[in-house]
């Protein structure tokens, strides 16, 4: 989407320029009646007006256009007439409709909690818009439609400009381009999460197909034993375990853990180590660190109502990350994200990322950027070990692992991010074995390198689908 601002910059800079001249030319008795004399403080402030007037120019086009596409569809406009009409791509439509039907979605039920608005709220309440003061968290805007509204319309084109700007300043981007692409096809890791969220919660909503329910874990790990898919298995004793801390007195420090197996909710299992080939790479008290593995399927397409097309494969992955933990963490939550940016061709290990500042809750965020670049980082923090150029065993297998499991378990779940183990077994000199520790089906890419035209064809396909479904 490219809008031509320059005639309009042109005519604020002569606007501004004549009144700046008119205000500090030199008055006569007849002028000064009519036009006030503003002094330094005066100037100063017009001259701050004037700088943000001449930076928020550019971006005026495109958030018109932004609001009208919004108004489109809240107005009763249909998902093909929309790509036709606004000249959208497949990518640009699905984001745009589905962030409009938010408030339509936030009251139907949703796959794993009660409602959409509840899952934004369960989801949402650790994620902050990074400010590099004060971190407020992001369910704010989940509590109404109201709120949900504020935030379309307001909170993430104002997001978008000053994080727009940020990025101009520190060399990362161009301002106009960041602002436009943030608003009509997002790359941030953030939307494009909640851009898969709101696709799950649709097709769940319209196909109520059973593969949702493989998003509990004991529900995917039957699954996988079932079909002789590599998982971590369930301890099938004892049937209650009871966990004490051995300084806590008075009855403090004391969990009673049910096993799943017998009716319980927690699974229980043993601790998993990372291969050597992995572990190298790491500190030495690092978690299990995994692969992400985000697969895409057409198979929802067929409860949809849409013939499916013969010489489509049905699933494929589309980005791979390892999440390389830090030292003293329990689980790979704590990593720097490392992209493996051919994982079918030489599947070594490119640049890693962090998105630690969009969990600064509160003063944590004092100091913290704004923006970061992808692929920023280029050594482990905790080692300072070079991890771009390194190599994991079996990226390729793993990929095949996770298409595989895809078509097997969950078919008409349109994205599934898979955290894949590389295990070390019993004798330190065998392969590492794959293991599939869980399938996220409202998945987020992790800040790799995505396939692009593969993602956007999912998306167009099924919020097209989706939307006959629901409207007619």
């Given at each position: 989407?490219?809008?031509n601002?320059?005639?309009?910059k042109?005519?604020?800079?002569?606007?501004?320029?004549?009144?700046l001249?008119?205000?500090?030319?030199?008055s006569?008795s007849e002028?000064?009646?009519?036009?006030?004399?503003?002094?330094t403080?005066?100037?100063?402030?017009?001259?701050?007006?004037?700088?943000?007037?001449?930076?928020?120019?550019?971006?005026?086009?495109?958030l018109l256009q932004?609001?009208?596409i919004?108004?489109?569809?809240?107005?009763?406009?249909?998902?093909?007439?929309?790509?036709?009409?606004?000249?959208?791509?497949g990518?640009?439509?699905?984001?745009?409709?589905?962030?409009?039907?938010?408030?339509?979605?936030?009251?139907?039920?949703?796959y794993?909690?009660?409602?959409?608005?509840?899952?934004?709220?369960?989801?949402?309440?650790?994620v902050?818009?990074p400010?590099?003061f004060?971190?407020?968290?992001?369910?704010?805007?989940?509590?109404t439609r109201?709120?949900?509204?504020?935030?379309?319309?307001?909170?993430?084109?104002?997001?978008?400009?000053?994080?727009?700007?940020?990025?101009?300043?520190y060399g990362?981007?161009?301002?106009?381009?960041?602002?436009?692409?943030?608003l009509?096809?997002?790359?941030?890791?953030?939307?494009?999460?909640?851009?898969?969220?709101?696709?799950a919660s649709?097709?769940?909503?319209?196909?109520?197909?059973?593969?949702?329910?493989?998003e509990?874990?004991?529900?995917?790990?039957?699954?996988c034993?079932?079909n002789?898919?590599?998982?971590?298995p369930?301890?099938?004793?004892?049937k209650?375990?009871?966990?004490?801390?051995v300084?806590?007195?008075?009855?403090?420090?004391?969990?009673?853990?049910?096993?799943?197996?017998y009716?319980?909710?927690?699974?229980?299992?043993?601790?998993?180590?990372?291969?050597?080939?992995?572990?190298?790479?790491?500190?030495?008290?690092?978690?299990?660190s995994?692969?992400?593995?985000?697969?895409?399927?057409?198979?929802?397409?067929?409860?949809?109502?849409?013939?499916?097309?013969?010489?489509?494969?049905?699933?494929?992955?589309?980005?791979a990350?390892?999440r390389a933990g830090?030292?003293?963490?329990?689980?790979?939550?704590?990593?720097?994200m490392?992209?493996?940016?051919?994982?079918?061709?030489?599947?070594?290990?490119?640049?890693?990322?962090?998105?630690?500042?969009?969990?600064?809750?509160?003063?944590?965020?004092?100091g913290?950027?704004?923006?970061?670049m992808?692929?920023?980082?280029?050594?482990?923090?905790?080692?300072?070990?070079?991890?771009?150029?390194?190599?994991?065993?079996?990226?390729?297998?793993?990929?095949?692992?996770?298409?595989?499991?895809?078509?097997?378990?969950?078919?008409?779940?349109?994205?599934?991010?898979?955290?894949?183990?590389?295990?070390?077994?019993e004798?330190p000199?065998?392969?590492?074995?794959l293991?599939?520790?869980?399938?996220?089906l409202?998945c987020?890419?992790?800040?790799?390198?995505?396939?692009?035209?593969?993602?956007?064809?999912?998306?167009?396909?099924?919020?097209?689908?989706?939307?006959?479904?629901?409207?007619?």
């Open positions: 989407m490219k809008i601002v320059r005639r309009s042109l005519c604020l800079v002569v606007i501004l320029g004549a009144s001249l008119l205000i500090t030319s030199p006569t002028t000064s009646a009519r036009v006030p004399e503003l002094g403080s005066g100037l100063v402030v017009l001259s701050v007006v004037a700088v943000i007037a001449l930076a928020a120019l550019p971006m005026l086009l495109p932004y609001w009208r919004m108004f489109f569809f809240w107005c009763g406009g249909r998902y093909a007439d929309a790509r036709t009409r606004f000249k959208l791509t990518r640009s439509c699905g984001h745009l409709y589905s962030l409009a039907m938010v408030p339509w979605l936030m009251t139907k039920p949703h794993r909690t009660g409602t959409f608005r509840e899952d934004m709220l369960t989801n949402l309440r650790n902050v818009l400010t590099g004060y971190g407020i968290p992001l369910s704010v805007w989940a509590y109201l709120h949900a509204l504020v935030a379309i319309l307001f909170v993430i084109p104002f997001a978008a400009f000053w994080g727009s700007w940020y990025r101009r300043l990362m981007d161009s301002a106009y381009e960041c602002f436009v692409r943030t009509f096809e997002p790359r941030d890791w953030f939307q494009l999460w909640r851009l898969n969220c709101r696709l649709m097709t769940a909503l319209a196909t109520k197909s059973p593969d949702f329910e493989r509990d874990k004991w529900n995917f790990i039957k699954g034993l079932d002789g898919l590599p998982t971590t369930a301890l099938e004793t004892p209650i375990l009871v966990a004490k801390d300084n806590e007195e008075g009855g403090m420090g004391i969990h009673v853990l049910p096993n799943v197996l009716g319980g909710n927690w699974l229980l299992q043993e601790k998993l180590d990372n291969h050597p080939d992995v572990q190298q790479l790491l500190p030495k008290d690092s978690p299990l995994t692969m992400r593995v985000v697969t895409g399927s057409y198979g929802a397409l067929k409860l949809l109502g849409r013939p499916a097309d013969k010489n489509q494969k049905l699933c494929n992955a589309l980005c990350v390892w830090r030292a003293g963490a329990s689980t790979d939550h704590s990593c720097v490392v992209d493996i940016p051919q994982p079918r061709g030489d599947q070594v290990l490119g640049t890693g990322s962090s998105s630690a500042h969009w969990y600064a809750s509160g003063f944590k965020s004092l913290k950027p704004l923006s970061t992808d692929g920023s980082i280029e050594h482990h923090p905790d080692t300072d070990l070079c991890l771009r150029g390194c190599k994991l065993p079996q990226v390729k297998e793993a990929l095949e692992l996770c298409e595989r499991s895809h078509e097997i378990l969950i078919p008409t779940v349109p994205l599934a991010g898979w955290d894949v183990a590389f295990v070390a077994q004798d000199k065998a392969p590492a074995k293991v599939l520790l869980e399938a996220n409202s987020n890419f992790f800040r790799g390198t995505v396939n692009w035209e593969e993602y956007g064809k999912i998306l167009d396909l099924h919020f097209d689908a989706l939307d006959q479904h629901f409207f007619g």
